[in-house]
């Protein structure tokens, strides 16, 4: 009995390797995820008691079910926190959306929360949501399943307080024209702070984690000899420049999946939508199929309005339907590459690019919205993801399961 207090106590779940072929779920996961991820060991009947250690899964003591399909919004702390927040749960209560990627690490390097008095992260802390224990219960009570978006490798915050971990230039941190910062994805170091941010989303009740921004700065390719930094362990690789990003962000996203495992979530990655449309993208290190390898979800960001002229679209915003469709397939068929495929669960624009100019785009009401979400269902991909950076969302006239 005590060593059952004592379990409780560490918030852990104890799943014991059993003999005879016998599986064992961890409690609150949903029964169609476990079919698709249960690990199974077997232990042949001995005398002696099994070497193995059991294996210890955190039960935060929140129970979400995954939903038939992920129907999800991009939802800032500041929404989350404040009363934004009330407005976004009726939107998911009166329509067929369910989910919410809340940000826990937001685009600067902040945490949304000010983590509990003595923790390492206590000076990024910001008192956007005042509890996020009590948040996650409302989400709870409503059915709506929980992604925490964790921003890794842009990090003005970090840059600018450990330059060692950054890129430097004449003896300043690089940054780029819109003054953001990055941190580097060589450093095993920048790996265990954003690592040790997720799992502590994990402890707080989410199910998901999404890492955003797992790339090295747009246009790298251009400026990696001139920018100092450090190489670490892969210094010594035999690839060149290009395989050596590809291999740092690959391995980052490895490492993360495999240190999330204790902690019972689902991992997804955001990634260029015109990464799967080439066989690796050179300067930021991403390669659609080798990151797709170590993640649960690929979530690609296929605004229509951040592509210029691609597959023979001439203006892509203004032809949502098409944009998306095309590259639906595309997608598929990288996919279709791998032995076991991530669920493919895209971004799609639900907000107006105006910067584009005039005869360039459009306003993006009910039928732009729908029309994207239908191309991805003709092309047999269910689960998508809105963007609206305001949080401000098309709430009527638009079929969410078409």
């Given at each position: 009995?005590a060593l059952?207090q ?5 918030g ?6 059993l003999?005879f ?8 996961s ?24 059991p ?6 003591g929140?129970?979400?079910?995954y ?7 991009y939802?800032?702390?500041h929404?989350?926190?404040?009363a934004r ?17 809340i940000?826990i690490k ?7 929360y000010v983590?509990?008095?003595?923790s390492k ?6 008192p956007?949501?005042?509890?996020p224990?009590?948040?996650l219960e ?5 059915e709506?399943?929980p ?6 490798f842009?990090?003005t915050?970090?840059?600018?307080e450990?330059?060692d ?5 004449n ?13 580097n994805p ?25 890492f ?14 001139t920018l100092?930094y450090d190489l670490g ?9 290009t395989q050596?990003?590809?291999e740092?962000v690959?391995d980052f ?7 999330l495992k ?6 997804s ?25 170590h993640?649960?979800v690929i ?5 229509p ?10 203006k ?8 998306v469709s ?5 997608e ?8 076991e ?10 907000f ?12 993006y009401g009910p ?8 191309a ?8 998508y ?13 638009v079929d969410?399961t078409?």
């Amino acid at each position: 009995m005590a060593l059952k207090q004592f379990f409780a106590s560490i918030g852990a779940v104890v799943i014991l390797t059993l003999p005879f072929h016998t599986s064992v779920q961890a409690e609150g996961s949903d029964s169609s995820t476990a079919e698709q991820h249960q690990h199974r060991e077997t232990v042949h009947p001995a005398k002696e008691f099994p070497s193995s250690m059991p294996r210890f899964v955190y039960d935060s003591g929140l129970t979400f079910e995954y939903p038939d399909a992920v129907r999800g919004i991009y939802v800032t702390g500041h929404s989350a926190g404040g009363a934004r927040f009330d407005t976004l749960v009726d939107l998911m209560n009166s329509t067929d959306l369910n989910a919410m990627v809340i940000d826990i690490k937001d685009d600067f390097g902040y945490l949304t929360y000010v983590p509990e008095e003595g923790s390492k992260f206590e000076n990024i802390g910001q008192p956007y949501i005042s509890d996020p224990r009590a948040m996650l219960e409302v989400m709870e009570q409503n059915e709506i399943y929980p992604i925490a978006r964790v921003v890794v490798f842009k990090d003005t915050v970090l840059a600018e307080e450990r330059p060692d971990l950054s890129f430097v230039d004449n003896g300043q941190v690089w940054a780029n024209g819109r003054g953001e910062s990055f941190v580097n994805p060589f450093s095993k170091e920048v790996w265990d702070y954003n690592v040790e941010i997720a799992i502590e989303a994990a402890k707080m009740g989410f199910k998901e984690i999404q890492f955003d921004y797992v790339r090295f700065p747009e246009g790298f390719e251009t400026r990696d000899t001139t920018l100092q930094y450090d190489l670490g362990e892969y210094g010594g690789s035999e690839y060149d420049d290009t395989q050596r990003r590809v291999e740092a962000v690959t391995d980052f996203v490895e490492y993360a999946s495999e240190q999330l495992k204790t902690y019972d979530v689902e991992v997804s990655v955001d990634i260029f939508g015109y990464s799967a449309t080439l066989p690796e993208a050179p300067g930021i290190g991403q390669n659609f199929n080798k990151i797709s390898e170590h993640v649960d979800v690929i979530s690609s960001m296929i605004y229509p309005s951040h592509w210029t002229s691609y597959f023979g679209i001439d203006k892509p915003d203004l032809e949502p339907y098409k944009l998306v469709s095309e590259y639906a397939k595309v997608e598929n068929a990288k996919l279709a590459e791998l032995e076991e495929p991530p669920v493919s669960r895209p971004w799609l624009q639900d907000f107006t690019a105006s910067y584009l100019g005039a005869g360039n785009y459009m306003v993006y009401g009910p039928a732009e919205v729908e029309a994207q979400i239908k191309a991805l269902a003709d092309n047999g991909i269910h689960e998508y993801l809105l963007w609206n950076a305001g949080n401000t969302y098309t709430t009527e006239g638009v079929d969410f399961t078409p």
